[in-house]
């Protein structure tokens, strides 16, 4: 197991945490109480888990559930508490006040003194660095956990050949880490985190170390593998930067920011309905915080941004503007006429974004600070029309039919 934190995927400071095998090894057949045998997947609970730890000045305070069978993303902006989560969860650290069951297990209570070893937790974890151990082949790799947990070596033989197979790297088995392409190893290293059965996969940013060409074949392959009847639903926390990750993988995603949770629901519904910064623009979108009034939203500067809300709300609840960038029109001059939505801008940037351009708003002196991030697409003619560049200050306006206003997260 990389030790969750400590890696290239990591970003919050921390204390090294305890050292730890891939795949955090199955636990022996004799568990005591508190590592009681899994009770039977129709009736297995997943994940539940309640934390709070300091790290520095860095507090992270989350409750997440995962159901059996369930991928959940989390992601959030770097700092947000991603890796610490997964590495408390994986037993990697000592929270300060922590409850974590999983499938009717007793993993943390620090109010009781319980802590679970990493090696008899039945959690994989797995980070952007394969980690092969580089002095076994890619079979010896996948048969490790299952030797260390008891198996012998003619069933922990067959477990890596089955493993190999599902991640489409059987004729590999033979070669040495150092003989693999990067794509390769990172299949080899899910078939080793899957090879001790364990109750729950953590996968910290798994694709984020791979090229363009193999991480959308290595993605597939752990979309068909975790969904695999054989499986039986393989419980999945992934933790990633990447929306396309969430889309392909998740049935739900959680936010974070600051340690908390901001967000949380179905993975549809809160790439088109974000209710935090971060979620719209993961999802592409352009989010204005504020609170609920008549015909709109509120800033918290005082202007109204003008548009429909999604659901009832009352007079001043916490709510969020959002509209796509393709609705809104950029003008050198401020716009006459239908456009209920005007805002001035300074051009940060210039962003290829397929057939379009997207201009991002920065700062600007002259303009609210709700406008920074703002982001517009616009054709490549239009840009070249306006003749605009970096620096430029220019006008955003957005109709009020295009802005949708949700109940806030937070």
Same mark, same amino acid.
């Given at each position: 197991m990389s030790a969750a934190g400590a890696g290239p995927g990591s970003r919050e400071g921390h204390r090294e945490p305890r050292r730890a095998v891939d795949g955090a090894l199955r636990a022996d057949t004799a568990d005591t109480a508190d590592t009681a045998d899994t009770a039977d997947t129709a009736d297995?609970?997943?994940?539940?888990?309640?934390?709070?730890?300091?790290?520095? =000045?860095?507090?992270?305070?989350?409750?997440?559930?995962?159901?059996?069978?369930?991928?959940v993303a989390v992601l959030g902006p770097n700092g947000s508490g991603k890796s610490t989560l997964l590495g408390t969860l994986a037993g990697l650290f000592d929270p300060e006040s922590a409850t974590v069951t999983l499938a009717d297990r007793v993993l943390t209570d620090t109010d009781a003194g319980i802590t679970v070893p990493v090696h008899r937790r039945r959690v994989g974890l797995l980070s952007q660095q394969a980690l092969l151990f580089p002095h076994l082949t890619a079979h010896e790799n996948v048969a490790f956990g299952p030797r260390c947990a008891g198996q012998g070596r003619r069933a922990a033989g067959a477990v890596a050949d089955r493993w190999l197979a599902e991640m489409g790297v059987a004729e590999l %088995?033979?070669?040495?880490?150092?003989?693999?392409? =990067?794509?390769? %190893?990172?299949?080899? !290293?899910? %078939?080793?985190?899957?090879?001790?059965?364990?109750?729950?996969?953590?996968?910290?940013?798994?694709? %984020?170390?791979?090229?363009?060409?193999?991480?959308?074949?290595?993605?597939?392959?752990?979309?068909?593998?975790?969904?695999?009847?054989?499986?039986? =639903?393989?419980?999945?926390?992934?933790?990633?930067?990447?929306?396309?990750? !969430?889309?392909?993988?998740?049935?739900?995603?959680?936010?974070l920011a600051d340690g908390e949770v901001v967000e949380q629901g179905p993975t549809a519904e809160v790439l088109a309905r974000p209710r935090s910064g971060f979620a719209a623009r993961i999802a592409g979108l352009d989010l204005v915080t504020g609170t609920a009034c008549a015909g709109g939203l509120h800033t918290l500067d005082g202007t109204l941004v003008s548009g429909a809300a999604s659901e009832p709300l009352d007079h001043g609840d916490p709510a969020v503007a959002v509209f796509a960038p393709r609705s809104v029109a950029v003008h050198r001059e401020r716009p006459a006429g239908s456009p209920r939505n005007v805002v001035p801008v300074r051009l940060a940037a210039m962003e290829p974004q397929g057939e379009v351009v997207r201009l991002r708003a920065g700062a600007s002196g002259r303009g609210p600070a709700w406008g920074e991030g703002l982001a517009a697409d616009v054709t490549p003619a239009a840009v070249a029309e306006l003749g605009v560049e970096p620096g430029d200050e220019l006008w955003f306006a957005v109709k009020a039919t295009e802005v949708a206003v949700h109940p806030s997260g937070r």
């Open positions: 297995n609970p997943g994940l539940a888990a309640r934390v709070t730890t300091r790290r520095g =000045g860095f507090t992270l305070d989350v409750a997440v559930e995962v159901a059996h069978g369930e991928v %088995a033979d070669r040495r880490p150092s003989e693999l392409s =990067g794509g390769q %190893a990172q299949r080899v !290293a899910i %078939a080793r985190a899957l090879a001790v059965e364990p109750d729950l996969l953590l996968l910290d940013e798994p694709f %984020a170390a791979l090229d363009v060409d193999a991480a959308p074949a290595v993605r597939a392959v752990l979309r068909r593998v975790v969904r695999d009847s054989v499986v039986g =639903g393989q419980t999945v926390l992934l933790v990633t930067h990447d929306v396309l990750d !969430a889309v392909v993988l998740a049935d739900r995603l959680v936010v």
